[in-house]
């Protein structure tokens, strides 16, 4: 089991965790909607650090952007197993057929 599985794995045992004892399960508590915007808010975050140039801001903001994408998915009941399926579905297939071939 790689980190982003284990992370993942964390983060989806925090539902229906207690809020006042879990940062994840404070996010949880306030809906999808909310995770959306906090992966929302830390990707912008780092796309700042980038924009910057400073490689320890852009490694600690991608570090919260994974976990926020993490809480992201568990709210929405899509799994890493999911999200890794899709990424081999596309494997060796250029980016431009792929985008090419998505429905309209």
């Known amino acids: 089991m790689n980190t ?10 925090r ?3 207690d809020p006042e004892t879990s940062w994840t399960a404070k996010l949880f508590a306030k809906g999808p909607e909310k995770c959306a915007e906090k992966f ?12 910057k140039g400073d490689k320890a801001r852009l490694t600690s903001e991608a ?4 976990y926020h994408l993490m ?3 568990a709210a929405r009941d899509v799994t890493l197993a999911d999200v890794f399926a899709e ?5 060796g297939t250029s980016g431009i057929a792929e985008k090419a071939a998505r429905p309209k």
Request: net charge negative.
């Open 4 to 13: 982003l599985e284990k992370l993942y794995d964390t983060v989806a045992s």
């Open 15 to 17: 539902k229906g965790a």
């Open 40 to 51: 929302g808010e830390e990707a912008v975050e780092a796309i700042i650090e980038a924009v």
């Open 63 to 66: 570090a919260d952007t994974l």
């Open 71 to 73: 809480v992201m998915l």
């Open 87 to 91: 990424l081999e579905r596309r494997e």
